[in-house]
């Protein structure tokens, strides 16, 4: 899975990558609390957003146990 550092610019806006943009499209829900957020087509099932989810989560669950096996 890739991973994308986003910066906003002076104007507080954030670019997405051209690729990113391909793949959601161009009309997003942002759903955020105090950590963290899921951005999604407007257009998606809270099904098809919801097993989204869970393949991010296992793919943290990965990683977190590799940066762990790490130290």
Known sequence: ????RLKANPQGQFYF?????EELGHELILIPNSRAGVIFPKDATFDEVLESLR???????????LEESKK
Do not use: A, G, Q, S
């Open 1 to 4: 899975m890739v991973k994308y």
């Open 17 to 21: 990558p051209k690729e990113v943009r």
């Open 55 to 65: 393949v991010i989560i296992e793919d943290l669950k990965l990683r977190k146990k």
